[in-house]
């Protein structure tokens, strides 16, 4: 259960970078238009987006599966360190596209990008759900 919370916090908060740099892109302007309105701009966020959509995806049926009482071990351990990966990448290119500003305290993904590598070390490290998962796999 642990694992799973955890995913589903990772999730939340890589949607949530998602949305305030969404936001951000919109409101930014350089060159006299939106750098939303930029096609590199444009596939950073569709990537994003697309990731987290599909993290999230995953974690909702596990947490069906997970009320339904099924061994979800496995899969609860690739949710986890992928999903907690995916939150540090999302982090990343969201301070990217927030430029110098998202360096700055003022700005929450800064704190945003400070605070999210944590989730792939507790409640076990990457390299331990890759090791849950080889195990399950019988390597």
Known sequence: Q?????AIGAIAEAQRMVDITLDYVKQRTAFGRPIGKFQNTQ???AEMATQV????TFVKQLVQDHISGKDIVTEVSMAKWWIS???KRVAAECLHLHGGYGYMEEYEIARRYRDIPVASIYAGTTEIMKTIIAKKLDL
């Not at 959509?53 to 999230?56: A, Y």
């Open 43 to 45: 596939f950073k966020i």
């Open 53 to 56: 959509k599909i993290g999230d």
């Open 85 to 87: 990966e995916m939150a």
């Open 2 to 6: 642990e694992r799973l919370v955890l």
